[in-house]
């Protein structure tokens, strides 16, 4: 009997590469491989018409697009964590001399306002220079993948025929977040932005995530054994990534290799562990800085957020 056969978008990296080569394969179910370049791309499709059997998504966008009713579900599978303390650039000339002086000027925000890089940077902000963010204007540069949110009064859409990068290389923007703009005039609020990521990782283990994976909700009410399979699945592709990290066996490293070998310098341990409960600190931190953003409602509970079948397991 012939397995199912299920569309899956997910960027090619380390920790899944296994699986897209076809060294692990999931037990249940056939998978044919999507590519979307770029990514992003791919989660607005996800979230606006459920386009993919499984899908690599925003875990910000997850969250407000669960939020919004749609038929997804995640599994606790957290492929892209980064840290964010280098997202945020200033404009050098406009008198911005600490984070706090951000407070009532107008800052830019790279695509939307529920986009997770800008959430955690923003958390950032709030949580380590004790920064108001209710007294800053966000000015966007995109719209919402989810179409149905609506974003705070103290955000407000770019206005037309203009560019971001340009109003942070002239001033009219003090600052961006996740906008990477190449000027003399723009550098980074935070200074050595990754080594202070480091240390604040030391001190309270702030190691963001930023992607996990969604399914659809019909196929795991139809497959039940589904979730727990694609978990199982990237989990086994991801230790054996991390044991040739580990053994110095990857060749030409790239940047988030180089951050999971600091990490591992750091804990000694696994530095993508799956699981709700190896995660739960980190996701409950989001869920309150996505309310506290007026991004969700505050309501969300872990617990509903991915399938049952994945609740207790560790990868």
Same mark, same amino acid.
């Given at each position: 009997?012939?397995?199912?056969?299920?569309?899956?978008?997910?960027?090619?990296?380390?920790?899944?590469?296994? #699986?897209?080569?076809?060294?692990? *394969?999931?037990?249940?179910?056939?998978?044919?491989?999507?590519?979307?370049?770029?990514?992003?791309?791919?989660?607005?499709?996800?979230?606006?018409?459920?386009?993919?059997?499984?899908?690599?998504?925003?875990?910000?966008?997850?969250?407000?697009? &669960?939020?919004?009713?749609?038929?997804?579900?995640? /599994?606790?599978?957290?492929?892209?964590?980064?840290?964010?303390?280098?997202?945020?650039?200033?404009?050098?000339?406009?008198?911005? *001399?600490?984070?706090?002086?951000?407070?009532?000027? &107008?800052?830019?925000?790279?695509?939307?306002?529920?986009?997770?890089?800008?959430?955690?940077?923003?958390?950032?902000?709030?949580?380590?220079?004790?920064?108001? #963010?209710?007294?800053?204007?966000?000015?966007?540069?995109?719209?919402?993948?989810?179409?149905?949110?609506? @974003?705070?009064?103290?955000?407000?859409? /770019?206005?037309?025929?203009?560019?971001?990068?340009?109003?942070? %290389?002239?001033?009219?923007?003090?600052?961006?977040?996740?906008?990477?703009?190449?000027?003399?005039?723009?550098?980074?609020?935070?200074?050595?932005?990754?080594?202070?990521?480091?240390?604040?990782? *030391? &001190?309270?283990?702030?190691?963001?995530?930023?992607?996990?994976?969604?399914? *659809?909700?019909?196929?795991?009410?139809?497959?039940?054994?589904?979730? @727990?399979?694609?978990?199982?699945?990237?989990?086994?592709?991801?230790? #054996?990534? !991390?044991?040739?990290?580990?053994?110095?066996? %990857?060749?030409?490293?790239?940047?988030?290799?180089?951050?999971? #070998?600091?990490?591992?310098?750091?804990?000694?341990?696994?530095?993508?562990?799956?699981?709700?409960?190896?995660?739960?600190?980190?996701?409950?931190?989001?869920?309150?800085?996505?309310?506290?953003?007026?991004?969700?409602?505050?309501?969300?509970?872990?617990?509903?957020?991915?399938?049952?079948?994945?609740?207790?397991? !560790?990868?």
């Amino acid at each position: 009997m012939s397995l199912p056969k299920f569309t899956l978008v997910t960027r090619t990296q380390g920790n899944n590469r296994a #699986l897209k080569e076809g060294l692990v *394969k999931p037990k249940t179910c056939e998978l044919e491989f999507i590519e979307v370049d770029p990514l992003i791309a791919a989660f607005r499709r996800q979230v606006r018409a459920n386009e993919f059997d499984i899908c690599e998504l925003a875990i910000t966008t997850y969250m407000c697009a &669960k939020a919004h009713g749609k038929k997804i579900t995640a /599994i606790p599978v957290p492929l892209v964590r980064q840290f964010h303390h280098g997202a945020i650039q200033i404009n050098k000339n406009a008198g911005i *001399k600490s984070a706090k002086d951000l407070e009532g000027k &107008k800052v830019g925000v790279s695509r939307g306002f529920t986009v997770t890089t800008g959430v955690w940077a923003r958390a950032i902000l709030q949580d380590y220079y004790g920064v108001d #963010l209710k007294k800053i204007h966000f000015v966007l540069s995109g719209d919402e993948h989810v179409e149905e949110y609506r @974003a705070p009064s103290n955000v407000s859409p /770019i206005e037309a025929g203009k560019k971001m990068d340009e109003m942070l %290389i002239s001033g009219e923007l003090v600052a961006a977040i996740g906008a990477d703009v190449k000027h003399e005039n723009v550098v980074p609020l935070i200074p050595n932005a990754m080594e202070v990521g480091l240390e604040a990782f *030391k &001190k309270d283990g702030h190691y963001p995530i930023n992607h996990l994976v969604v399914i *659809k909700d019909e196929l795991i009410e139809k497959y039940p054994d589904l979730p @727990a399979d694609i978990f199982n699945a990237f989990a086994e592709s991801k230790r #054996l990534y !991390v044991e040739k990290l580990k053994a110095g066996q %990857i060749e030409n490293l790239d940047a988030a290799d180089k951050v999971h #070998l600091r990490v591992m310098e750091i804990t000694g341990q696994d530095p993508l562990p799956y699981g709700v409960e190896p995660n739960r600190k980190v996701i409950e931190n989001l869920i309150g800085h996505a309310s506290a953003q007026g991004i969700l409602s505050g309501k969300e509970k872990i617990e509903d957020l991915f399938a049952k079948s994945t609740l207790g397991l !560790v990868g």
